[in-house]
């Protein structure tokens, strides 16, 4: 789950990472209020779930309420476009109205699981400000790195050791010790999966603060954590997104035209993965999950369908712990009641398959079935085509 820059400044200042101050707002005129209590000169930032803000036009400077009020009211209601959020953008709705910081440096800093590892990963560079992805890509070797043994935790002279490749001196090294510290408890505590400050400022006074701030949660985990999960801001997912997760389904909306639906994780990628190699693209990833009935299947069927970029549905189930004749009994069903008008794969293989085709055989609907995966891919694909 993703949150806001306000939100993420909140969690971190509860947790002893300096933030500036600063305040949300939903109309100009609570910009201009906002901005007369931080003493005038504030920066005006947008709020969305996606970085490069700066670059569309939503962070802009302003030099006293009036203009706060103003510049406000010309980023809320705008769809601003990142390179993150695509041509379509992302309608704003709320601005953080923030105390303008007199910037020195700006540095980086993150942390984030590395899965190869299974460790956490705490990440510096004094390149603040840029996009990590481009820095590693132009100049790795100004990232620095410390790997963080799940045991023990963040040991302290790690902390002194990014700070120091920052950069950081005398007093700013102690201030830079504390925030990377601070910043790890924070994760650690809020099962994020992911923390970025970018940037992390030094101020011409000295002062060390997090200028921006990133924060990703794990999904698994947020039943432990129901004050962050009364943070999900659903203006800013996917509609279809939503929709899957009041029925538990794990869906993600893709850019391409087939529709995929299949049971587990790692079948859905190696899907997704052999549509492509057939010449298509997924329009989604939709995992169903193993304890499958047809309410859940139906379900998926009229959110799949629902995505108008959906040039054709492929349906590869393997039964595991979900029976495939339940699978099928859930696709005749959401086919009598749903129109769908794209062509529609099927392959089932595993438990009850041959009761699950006999279903499917005796429905009367129109339908290809396939037996493998890669015919089953090659067929949707040549579907796809047809269509065009």
Known sequence: MKIHEY??????KSFGVPVPEGGVARTP???EAIAKTLGGHVVVKAQIHAGGRGKGGGIKLAADPSEAKRVA????GMHLVTPQTGSEGQKVQSVWVEQATD???????GIVLDRAQ??????ASRAGGMDIEEVAATAPEQILKEVVHPGVGLQ????????LGLGLAGEQLKQGVAF????YK??????CSLAEINPLVVSKTGDVSALDAKMNFDDNALYRHPDIQALRDLDEEDPLEVEASQFALNYIKLDGEVGCMVNGAGLAMATMDIVKYAGSSPANFLDVGGGTNVARVKNAMRILTSDTDVKAVLINIFGGIVRCDRVAEGVVEALKDIEIDVPLVIRLQGTNAEEGAQILENSGLEFAVARKLKEAAEAIVAAVQRAA
């Open 7 to 12: 939100q993420a400044k909140e969690i971190l």
């Open 29 to 31: 005129e609570d910009a």
């Open 73 to 76: 009211s010309e980023i809320l």
């Open 103 to 109: 910037i020195d440096r700006e540095l980086y800093l």
């Open 118 to 123: 299974s460790r956490l990963v705490v990440m």
């Open 156 to 163: 302290p002279f790690q902390a002194r050791r990014l700070a």
């Open 180 to 183: 990377i510290t601070a910043l």
């Open 186 to 191: 924070a994760y650690e505590e809020t099962d």
